[in-house]
């Protein structure tokens, strides 16, 4: 079918490294009544870059004594490897890498959705479906034994990633252009002493008895007071696999513990903004200095202005290298939350951008087609 643009009053797009499809919320005109649940569509950023490629899911119309409304929503073209049921033949894997049994369920069970391999994944030997699970439920249960995460691309697809191959932006500096607001925020209910992960081992030859019955792993934390943390791990893995998971594991929790907010005016910094990008963060106020990772980015635009909306986290959340520049004062966890502010104020005070609201929409999108 057809395809053409629509005009909204209001448009947001938010992407996330947690999430494996991006997500779209709409304002629409009364003049534009056909993107019902479905349609195909595109949107696109002040900087000409694709935010999102998905379908709409949901529509509302509404009105009052002085206004009509019609809202959208709907995600990326990943949802449907997160909705439905794995329908394959055998359920059974051999030799194969996690993406690409993910891509043959997908292909098996008719479902559009594509997964990407962007950290060289090995061969499983062996592997089976659970009865009942999703697509997207079998690739999280893998993705946990690879120390990666499964974050939703513009164009759909659902990348199996890291830190490690983060982009790189610009700067963000406290009272400068294109910055506009920034907080901190350190929550130490997720920090432990010590990290403890357990699996259960099958017996071999090689191994048996008290060394198969049960593997455990234990990293040091960071907290002063005594809060251990057990988890039971869903694959049996040795020693040595134990002690990778629960060293990643307790720095994704440590550094996922610090995180900044932070909103920009536009939808770039640098270069246009996407999650997996680090930028660097300076803030007297806030006691940052450091390189930062986008762990999260939503684009809102409507009659003031596109304005971007950030979580940022040290790259350790996601397999990163922590910066080699110094953390100081809000940003430093001297085994708890210590943290001093130093008082500075913002040398100069950055715009927004504004649209008459005379005008009658404030923005396109593309329609890729109808909904059959």
């Not at 195909?40 to 899911?57: M, R, T």
């Not at 770039?268 to 999260?296: C, H, R, T, Y």
């Not at 649209?355 to 059959?372: C, D, F, H, K, V």
Request: charged share 20%; hydrophobic share 35%; with cysteine.
């Amino acid at each position: 079918a057809g395809g053409g643009y629509v005009e909204y009053l209001s448009a947001s797009v938010t992407a996330s490294m947690n999430d494996a499809t991006r997500s779209f919320s709409l304002e629409l005109s009364d003049r534009d009544r056909g993107l019902y649940p479905g349609t195909p569509v595109k949107i696109f950023g002040d900087s000409g870059q694709l935010l999102i490629d998905g379908y709409v899911n949901g529509y509302t119309a509404s009105f009052d004594a002085t206004s009509h409304r019609i809202s959208v929503s709907g995600r990326g073209k990943g949802q449907d490897a997160i909705d439905c049921s794995c329908d394959h033949s055998t359920g059974q894997f051999k030799n194969k890498t996690a993406v690409e049994i993910c891509n043959e369920i997908c292909a098996a069970s008719g479902i559009e959705s594509k997964y990407l391999d962007n950290i060289g994944l090995p061969k499983i030997a062996q592997f089976h479906i659970n009865q009942g699970e999703t697509v997207h439920q079998v690739a999280r249960r893998l993705s946990r034994n690879y120390a990666a995460t499964i974050m939703g691309a513009a164009d759909g697809v659902m990348v199996w990633t890291t830190a490690e191959n983060a982009s790189h932006g610009g700067l963000l500096k406290e009272g400068v252009f294109p910055l506009l607001s920034a907080s901190v925020n350190l929550d130490d209910s997720r920090e432990f002493s010590d990290f403890k992960f357990r699996s259960q081992l099958a017996g071999r030859e090689e191994k048996y008895g008290a060394e198969a019955s049960q593997s455990q792993a234990v990293v040091g934390g960071e907290h002063r007071r005594t809060r251990p943390h057990i988890e039971i791990v869903d694959k049996s893995q040795d020693q040595a696999q134990s002690k990778e998971r629960a060293d990643w594991q307790a720095r994704r929790i440590q550094a996922g513990s610090k995180a900044i907010s932070a909103e920009i005016v536009g939808d770039s910094v640098g270069a246009p903004v996407e999650p997996n990008m680090k930028i660097f963060v300076d803030s007297a106020w806030l006691g940052v200095n450091q390189e930062m990772l986008i762990e999260s980015c939503t684009w809102t635009t409507d009659s003031n202005g596109t304005r971007t909306g950030l979580k940022l986290v040290p790259p350790e959340a996601f397999k990163g290298k922590s910066s080699s520049a110094s953390t100081k004062g809000a940003m430093t966890a001297d085994g708890g939350m210590r943290s001093p502010v130093t008082g500075a104020t913002p040398k100069s005070k950055p715009t927004t951008p504004s649209i008459s609201p005379s005008e009658p929409a404030y923005g396109t999108l593309a329609r890729t087609g109808n909904a059959e």
